[in-house]
C-alpha cells in the first residue's frame, strides 16, 4: 500500500473524504507535519492507493486500510482523523479497534445517521453522465475560499490552486457514487454510540459550510455529549485546505494530550 508517512511526534492518521484522494489534504498533511509524525493514503479503491480492495466487503475494506496502514508505518496507537465522509471511516476504526485509536477527530464529518439528500440522490442516477454539473456546482465554494484569503486576488489564487488540485489528482465520479451506496446496509449509529475515545469536532462558520451543514457534524454530540467542538473560523468545508496552518493549531494539542494518556483513561464520559 503506498502511505505518506512524514513528520515526527505524535501520531495521527489522516483519513481522506469522499473524493479519495489524500493529495487534496495536503496542505493540513505539511503543516500537520511541523508537529506530529502524519500517516495518510487514499483510498483503497483508488487506483493510486496500491492497497487491496475486495468489493464484496465494501466499507470494510476502508477500515483494514486504517489498520494496514498503521501496521505498515510501525504504529501502535495514533489519533484516527477523518475528513467529511473519512469521519465515518475513522469513527468505525476506532469502535473496532479502540487499543488503536488514543483519540477521535471529525472534521466537518457526516454523521453515522446521515442520509442522501435530493442533490446526493439526483447526482446517483449517472455519476460519470453528470459530474460536468457537479464540478460547476463546486463554485459555490468560492465564497468561503474567499473568505479564508485575504484580498480579491488572493482568493482568487486560491481557488484556482483548488482547481488545479482537483484536476491534478481527479476524483472518480463511479468510486464516489459507490461509497455513498455502502452506506445503505450499514448501522453505524449503533456501531460508534458506544465509542470510548476521547473526540475532538471540528467544523467551520455555519454561514460558510456549503458540503455538510454544521448542524449535521455536531450530531456527532448526540452519541459522545462530552466530546469537545471546535470552529475554525473563516471556513466551511475546507478549512483544512485554506487555512491549514490554524487547523493544526486546534488539531495538534489534541492529538498531543490524547498520546500522553494511558489508555484506562482514554474515554469520552
Same mark, same amino acid.
Given at each position: 500500500? #503506498?502511505?505518506? &508517512?512524514?513528520g515526527?511526534?505524535p501520531?495521527?492518521v489522516?483519513?481522506p473524504?469522499?473524493?479519495?484522494?489524500?493529495?487534496w489534504?495536503? $496542505?493540513?498533511? &505539511?503543516?500537520?507535519?511541523e508537529?506530529?509524525r +502524519?500517516?495518510?493514503?487514499?483510498?483503497?479503491?483508488?487506483?493510486t492507493?496500491?492497497?487491496a480492495? &475486495?468489493?464484496?466487503?465494501g466499507?470494510?475494506?476502508?477500515?483494514?486500510?486504517?489498520?494496514?496502514? @498503521?501496521d505498515?508505518a510501525?504504529?501502535?496507537?495514533?489519533?484516527?482523523?477523518? %475528513?467529511?465522509?473519512?469521519?465515518l471511516?475513522?469513527?468505525?476504526?476506532?469502535?473496532?479497534?479502540?487499543?488503536?485509536?488514543?483519540?477521535l477527530?471529525?472534521?466537518?464529518?457526516? $454523521?453515522?445517521?446521515?442520509? $442522501?439528500d435530493?442533490?446526493?440522490?439526483?447526482?446517483?442516477r449517472?455519476?460519470?453522465?453528470?459530474?460536468?454539473?457537479?464540478?460547476?456546482?463546486?463554485?459555490?465554494?468560492?465564497r468561503e475560499?474567499?473568505?479564508? !484569503?485575504p484580498g480579491? @486576488?488572493?482568493?482568487?489564487?486560491?481557488a484556482?490552486?483548488?482547481?488545479?488540485?482537483?484536476?491534478?489528482?481527479m476524483?472518480?465520479?463511479t #468510486?464516489?457514487?459507490r461509497? %455513498?451506496?455502502m452506506? &445503505?446496509?450499514?448501522? @453505524?449509529?449503533?456501531? @460508534?454510540a458506544?465509542?470510548?475515545?476521547?473526540a475532538?469536532i471540528?467544523t467551520?462558520?455555519?454561514e460558510?459550510?456549503? +458540503?455538510?451543514? %454544521?448542524?449535521?457534524t455536531r450530531?456527532?454530540?448526540?452519541?459522545?455529549?462530552?466530546?469537545?467542538?471546535?470552529?475554525?473560523p473563516?471556513t466551511?468545508?475546507?478549512?483544512l485546505?485554506?487555512r491549514?496552518?490554524?487547523? !493544526?493549531?486546534? +488539531?495538534?494539542p489534541?492529538?498531543?494530550? !490524547?498520546?500522553?494518556? $494511558?489508555a484506562?483513561?482514554?474515554?469520552i464520559g
Amino acid at each position: 500500500m #503506498n502511505i505518506i &508517512d512524514v513528520g515526527s511526534g505524535p501520531p495521527i492518521v489522516l483519513v481522506p473524504g469522499i473524493q479519495g484522494r489524500w493529495e487534496w489534504m495536503k $496542505p493540513a498533511v &505539511d503543516a500537520l507535519a511541523e508537529r506530529c509524525r +502524519v500517516v495518510t493514503f487514499s483510498l483503497a479503491d483508488e487506483r493510486t492507493s496500491g492497497a487491496a480492495f &475486495d468489493p464484496s466487503h465494501g466499507f470494510d475494506s476502508y477500515i483494514q486500510q486504517v489498520r494496514d496502514a @498503521l501496521d505498515q508505518a510501525g504504529v501502535t496507537a495514533a489519533t484516527i482523523c477523518g %475528513v467529511s465522509y473519512g469521519s465515518l471511516i475513522a469513527g468505525a476504526f476506532a469502535a473496532r479497534y479502540p487499543e488503536r485509536a488514543a483519540g477521535l477527530i471529525v472534521v466537518s464529518g457526516i $454523521p453515522p445517521s446521515w442520509k $442522501p439528500d435530493r442533490r446526493v440522490r439526483f447526482y446517483l442516477r449517472a455519476p460519470r453522465l453528470l459530474a460536468p454539473i457537479f464540478c460547476l456546482a463546486s463554485a459555490r465554494l468560492y465564497r468561503e475560499i474567499a473568505a479564508a !484569503t485575504p484580498g480579491v @486576488l488572493q482568493g482568487i489564487g486560491a481557488a484556482l490552486h483548488c482547481g488545479y488540485t482537483a484536476v491534478t489528482h481527479m476524483f472518480s465520479p463511479t #468510486n464516489m457514487a459507490r461509497r %455513498v451506496r455502502m452506506l &445503505d446496509d450499514l448501522d @453505524l449509529e449503533a456501531e @460508534l454510540a458506544p465509542l470510548q475515545a476521547p473526540a475532538l469536532i471540528v467544523t467551520g462558520d455555519a454561514e460558510l459550510e456549503r +458540503v455538510v451543514p %454544521v448542524q449535521l457534524t455536531r450530531k456527532y454530540l448526540e452519541l459522545w455529549p462530552r466530546a469537545q467542538v471546535v470552529t475554525l473560523p473563516r471556513t466551511g468545508h475546507l478549512g483544512l485546505i485554506t487555512r491549514p496552518e490554524e487547523f !493544526t493549531q486546534l +488539531v495538534a494539542p489534541f492529538v498531543e494530550h !490524547t498520546s500522553g494518556l $494511558p489508555a484506562s483513561r482514554r474515554r469520552i464520559g
